[in-house]
């Protein structure tokens, strides 16, 4: 099992910054992909990020150049930056750990989620 703590979020006016954190603690394999999703209301989830465990990134078309995603491998936490925030960036956003960044894109094998957190973006 991988237990997944985020912390993070809040209520920001546009233009502003957030910072996200993802803890993965757990019976886990070293090397993991880590990403965010985000689901808005009304809206479908949607990956925001992913990190391989090389370093690798991928990001939404959405949200390139303004988000950041990084991780520390050694203490398996990964970090989402978040600037120059839009309305439409409000939702709340999952940090979501598996084997590979494939599965995590295509959902095509186990998926461990963390409990989410709420960003809400002002305008």
């Known amino acids: 099992q991988v237990q997944l703590v985020e912390s993070g979020g809040g209520l920001v006016q546009a233009g502003g910054s957030l910072r996200l954190s993802c803890a993965a603690s757990?019976?886990?394999?070293?090397?993991?992909?880590m990403s965010w999703y985000r689901q808005a209301p009304g809206k479908q989830r949607e990956l925001v990020a992913d990190?391989?465990?090389?370093?690798?990134?991928n990001y939404a078309d959405s949200v390139k150049g303004r988000f950041t995603i990084s991780r520390d491998t050694a203490k398996n936490t990964v970090v989402l930056q978040m600037n120059s925030l839009k309305p439409e960036d409000t939702a709340v956003y999952y940090c979501?750990?598996?084997?590979?960044?494939?599965?995590?894109?295509?959902?095509?094998?186990?998926?461990?989620w963390g409990q989410g957190t709420q960003v809400t973006v002002s305008s």
């Open positions: 979501v750990a598996a084997s590979t960044t494939i599965v995590i894109r295509y959902q095509s094998g186990k998926l461990y």
């Open positions: 757990g019976n886990i394999v070293r090397s993991i992909a």
């Open positions: 990190i391989s465990s090389g370093g690798n990134t």
